[in-house]
Nanobody
């Protein structure tokens, strides 16, 4: 079992930055693969970024490469998503997810995640 709690969402102007945090707890919190997804109203959930267990390997949605950075602090079992140069179309609920098993490589597919947080709203105004 892994429990996830996101924080850091809010309202930001286009071009601004936000840093999301995901505090994980549970037996495998420090070794499982972690990811961030987002879902805008009326749209399907979308992969944003993923990181492997030790932070040595990451994967990003093409449209966020160079602007978003995923990282993790295993001592605190926390995963972060730093988002720069935000765009209005990136307004969505952002979800943190954990695979639950040993995360050797970043995982992009949502169905491979077993645990999800409650989500945090990110609103980017134009």
């Amino acid at each position: 079992q892994v429990q996830l709690v996101e924080s850091g969402g809010g309202l930001v102007q286009a071009g601004g930055s936000l840093k999301l945090s995901c505090a994980a707890s549970g037996r495998s919190a420090g070794t499982c693969g972690m990811g961030w997804f987002r879902q805008a109203p009326g749209k399907e959930r979308e992969f944003v970024a993923a990181i492997n267990w030790n932070g040595g390997s990451t994967s990003y949605l093409d449209s966020v490469k160079g602007r978003f950075t995923i990282s993790r602090d295993n001592a605190k079992t926390t995963v972060y998503l730093l988002m720069n140069s935000l765009k209005p179309k990136e307004t969505a609920v952002y979800y943190c997810a954990a695979t639950g098993g040993l995360g050797l490589v970043p995982v992009r597919e949502g169905f491979r995640y077993n645990y999800w947080g409650q989500g945090t709203q990110v609103t980017v105004s134009s």
